[in-house]
């Protein structure tokens, strides 16, 4: 079963406009992160926020993490065309000396019309 | 290109044959890992390797999966006598073993159709 729950499941905006996505999940973890897939590729690692952060920014990302609600959002501003994609979060439960397995959400689908 | 490698990029085949899938890692990375994303939904573990040494292995992969990383470099993964419901996109990943939080790099997958 999957850790996360993305939420909305599928988002439609205007270029230019700021795209919000929120990410549920149950357990305590070491970290969470966020990732972009585009159709039929590969993901690709775009933040993560330690357990002891509440916010991180890069470049148009925003990224922020509530663990007393088991919660995270990822904003991007001022959207793009190239940022239609699927995003996921994913968190790390791993114990120490583990290997970091992930646990994915089923994604957010992201369609920015031009 | 350093990043991942995954070979081939697409497989069809027809139900009951075996196939093999070729993962290569960053270079300096010693850990790698396997997971499989069917249509629309997010990707699942299967198996991690550290090194060569297979250190974790999900539910999912069943008997009929096996996974080696011989040299603790390139990574295969077989799926023998494939169903159906084997269809899905494989993906592997690799990570250099730090503190906790490290980074996975993923490959472009392979594509897997049973038919």
């Known amino acids: 079963s999957q850790q996360g729950e993305e939420d909305p499941q599928a988002l439609s905006i205007q270029e230019g406009e700021n795209a919000t996505m929120n990410c549920s999940y149950k357990?305590?973890?070491?970290?969470l992160q966020w990732y972009r897939q585009n159709s039929g590729r590969g993901l690709v690692h775009l933040i993560l926020i330690r357990s002891n952060e509440r916010e991180k920014h890069s470049g148009r990302l925003r990224v922020t993490l509530d663990t007393s609600k088991k919660s995270s959002s990822l904003l991007i501003t001022a959207s793009r065309a190239a940022d239609t994609a699927s995003y996921f979060c994913a968190t790390d439960m791993s114990t120490h000396n583990a290997g970091n397995m992930l646990t994915f959400g089923g994604g957010t689908r992201l369609m920015v019309k031009p | 290109d350093t990043g991942v490698s995954q070979n081939p990029r697409h497989k069809i085949t027809k139900r009951g044959q075996n196939v093999t899938f070729r993962c290569d890692p960053i270079?300096?990375?010693?850990?790698l890992y396997w997971y499989r994303q069917t249509l629309g939904q997010g990707p699942e573990f299967l198996t991690y390797?550290?090194?060569?040494?297979?250190?974790?292995k999900s539910r999912l992969l069943s008997d009929r999966f096996s996974a080696e990383r011989p040299k603790g470099s390139f990574s295969t993964l077989e799926i023998q006598r494939t169903e159906q419901g084997d269809s899905a996109m494989y993906l592997c990943?690799?990570?250099?073993?730090?503190?906790?939080?490290?980074?996975?790099?993923f490959g472009p997958g392979t594509r897997l159709l049973v038919l």
């Open positions: 270079s300096e990375h010693n850990r």
């Open positions: 990943a690799s990570s250099l073993e730090g503190s906790r939080g490290e980074t996975q790099y």
């Open positions: 390797f550290q090194n060569e040494a297979q250190l974790e």
């Open positions: 357990t305590s973890i070491n970290n």
